[in-house]
């Protein structure tokens, strides 16, 4: 029933007002009399109205009172106005009543009043849901950030209560969560202590809802329930009080967590006061949003897994062919060496067909030998084993010790082999011996794949970034840029089909022709040369046209470039410390990049001494978006394994203060980008 309190002296025509307003359905009565007394009795009866006579005494003072003390509560303050007198505190009512009083104008009056104060109530009340869930927008909005973060699942269990948390406010949270690999795991959240038998009442309600869910189906992972481990949270703040058996009758929210057909457990809320229907949206929108990087989560701790069982036995073969390849060399030396010793004729003449049967033998340890070496090379590359010595260097006197080695061979075939160096051919920064490796392998082919009476050109010039066709480059590992030495290895022979020329690069493949057939060989040249060429932040293209020769091109980049790989930047790295340790001072914002990176960079900080070597190369880390995610783990993180940063000072650059994107300028501007 609706309450009005009447302030007057005059308690005789109060009394009818009273009488009057009862009458109406409406409770009322008559106030103390001292402006303190009124206070208090307005704080205890809570009336809707309070209807003051302007006659009272102090009663400016008392109206601006009540109102100042009734505003949260929208009580109504209604002024007993003599007909046209003036006042100047009108403006602190609510409204007014003309005296003597008209019935009817007053009940309408005070009625009308009533409606506004529940009216104002409601806007009240709506206003606080709106800005509920607003503040339940904000939340999941931030929340599912914070799950594109990462991949740890502990840590998205624990973001996802945290969010039922402050956007629920619940008492008492119980998660039941799987993993393939067996650890199932069951999080008691909640503001106080539980006994601990809600604690085992808790973890056989959501096994059992869990079972109750998969009734007809077999359970997605092989659980243990018995084995199952708990772990508890309390609030610290709260830890004074206990929740015990008595919960359970709280009001619940319960949802199974997952995506598609896979499920990751099943959560449950209990809360003292009733849940709303906004709080139930806001609890689905939440579980629904974990189960997504759960799955990546899961996806990616599978291929990890994957990965690290494809290395042991990548390394498992590299060790075999490396053990094998070393028995087999060991023993074609003294081989060698007698074939020789018997050609040489010390060790008694011996007839022109025994001649040749030795030199075929020779030829054959010399082919042995080779293949052995390409294998050793193969697993060293593998294993980042092979030894790179790096210094400046010229190419020239390598192009001509090649021609003149491959001349012999070339001229059994009548075939013709040119070289064609430009004048003052820069200096390159690499390992001349693995150049010339490279260089013999491409000859090699040359002379391999081209008839008898054709004929083989290597020619070498400088070649800027701008005029190499990228459309020809068998996948570099880094963006190209600046200046090269380009070597080219162009022959006459029987060509290779444009289909056929990115799987050449792979190791053991050969292309099915007649040629390859008869001259042999173990298709390993080229994979070598490709990864020697990415060791040193070279390129290889290829051109080719059946039936009439290819044209297998090289770049290395002159020494005086200096190279990087460069992509947008917003990193989270810091630089190595004094002691050239380079370690990861903050997170990204990409749980996958942190992961990976994490790993990968703690290995390298082992070896960081050796990055100090010579300040050549800055790498920048990228963006940490997801369509970097590929690019980063394939070019960067592979690229870091690779012997040729051992003699790099890697720069992690951070470009999020003012001052390191300006350092970031610098190096761009200092290598033109
Ligand atoms: P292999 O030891 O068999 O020569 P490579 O890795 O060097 O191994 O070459 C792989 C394959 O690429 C060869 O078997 C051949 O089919 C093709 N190939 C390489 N160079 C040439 C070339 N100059 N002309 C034609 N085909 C070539």
Not at 52 to 60: A, G, M, P, Q, S
Not at 392 to 405: A, D, G, V
Not at 544 to 567: C, T
Request: hydrophobic share 40%; proline share 3%.
């Amino acid at each position: 029933m609706a309450k009005v309190l009447i302030i007057s002296e005059l308690t005789d025509s109060c009394r009818k007002i009273i009488e009057e307003i009862k009458k109406n359905g409406i409770e009322s009565i008559l106030s103390e009399k001292t402006p303190e007394n009124i206070l208090l009795q307005i704080e205890q009866y809570m009336p809707d109205i309070v209807l003051i006579d302007t006659d009272f005494e102090n009663c400016e003072i008392i109206t601006k009172q009540i109102k100042s003390k009734t505003i949260q509560q929208n009580t109504q303050i209604l002024l007993l106005l003599e007909k046209d007198k003036n006042i100047d505190f009108l403006n602190f009512a609510d409204g007014y009543i003309s005296t003597p009083v008209c019935k009817n104008i007053l009940i309408h009056t005070i009625n009308s009043h009533i409606k506004i104060k529940k009216s104002l109530e409601q806007l009240g009340e709506n206003n606080r849901e709106l800005a509920r869930s607003l503040y339940q927008l904000n939340v999941l909005y931030n929340t599912s950030s914070q799950f594109a973060g990462t991949l740890d699942k502990d840590k998205l269990y624990s973001i996802m209560l945290e969010a039922l948390e402050k956007t629920l406010s619940f008492d008492i949270s119980c998660a039941l969560v799987f993993s393939p690999a067996g650890d199932n795991k069951i999080f008691i959240h909640s503001l106080c202590e539980p006994t601990e038998s809600l604690r085992e009442a808790l973890s056989l309600r959501v096994t059992l809802e869990y079972k109750n869910l998969f009734e007809n189906q077999p359970l997605p992972y092989k659980t243990n329930l018995e084995g199952i481990e708990i772990i508890q949270k309390v609030k610290p703040s709260h830890i004074q009080n206990i929740f015990d058996l008595r919960a359970l009758n709280y009001d619940s929210l319960f949802a199974p967590i997952k995506v598609g057909d896979h499920f990751f457990g099943v959560i449950e809320l209990f809360r003292n006061t009733p849940f709303t229907k906004e709080d139930v949206t806001c609890f689905q929108s939440i579980v629904h949003q974990v189960a997504l990087p759960l799955r990546s989560a899961t996806l990616y701790e599978e291929i990890k897994n994957t990965n690290i069982k494809l290395e042991k036995l990548e390394r498992l073969k590299s060790d075999f062919v490396s053990i094998v390849s070393h028995e087999l060399r060991t023993p074609l030396t003294p081989i060698n060496n007698s074939l020789e010793i018997v050609l040489s004729g010390q060790a008694g003449e011996i007839s022109d067909d025994a001649k040749n049967f030795i030199n075929m033998a020779k030829r054959n340890v010399t082919r042995l030998s080779g293949i052995i070496e390409d294998l050793l090379d193969l697993s060293r590359v593998q294993t980042g084993k092979l030894d790179y010595k790096y210094k400046i260097t010229k190419l020239t006197p390598s192009l001509e010790l090649i021609q003149k080695t491959f001349e012999q061979v070339a001229a059994e075939k009548n075939i013709n082999v040119s070289l064609e160096i430009e004048d003052n051919l820069p200096e390159v920064y690499a390992d001349s011996h693995r150049i010339e490796q490279i260089i013999s392998n491409l000859v090699t082919n040359a002379l391999k794949f081209t008839p008898k009476g054709g004929s083989v050109k290597i020619s070498a010039k400088v070649e800027d970034e701008s005029e190499i066709d990228k459309s020809l480059l068998v996948m570099p590992i880094c963006k190209l840029s600046g200046k090269y030495i380009k070597i080219s290895v162009k022959d006459t022979g029987i060509g290779i089909k444009k289909e056929n020329i990115p799987k050449i690069f792979e190791k053991f493949l050969q292309i099915e022709n007649s040629l390859t057939r008869n001259i042999g060989g173990v298709g390993l040249g080229l994979s070598i040369t490709k990864q020697l060429l990415d060791a040193h932040l070279g390129a290889i293209a290829v051109i080719s046209e059946e039936n009439k020769g290819s044209d297998f091109s090289f770049y290395i980049p002159l020494a005086d470039e200096k190279k990087m790989f460069i992509m947008d930047t917003n990193q989270t790295f810091g630089t190595g410390d004094d002691s050239g340790i380079l370690h990861i001072k903050e997170k990204t914002n990409c749980g996958f990049i942190d992961e990976v990176l994490k790993e990968n960079l703690i290995k390298l900080s082992k070896k960081s001494k050796e990055f100090k070597k010579d300040g050549d190369y800055f790498v920048l880390l990228p963006d940490t978006s997801i369509s970097a995610l590929d690019f980063m783990e394939k070019t960067i993180l592979d690229e870091f394994k690779k012997p040729v940063w051992q003699n790099c000072d890697i720069v992690l650059k951070k470009a999020h203060s003012k001052k390191d994107g300006k350092e970031l300028k610098k190096i761009l501007e200092k290598i033109n980008i």
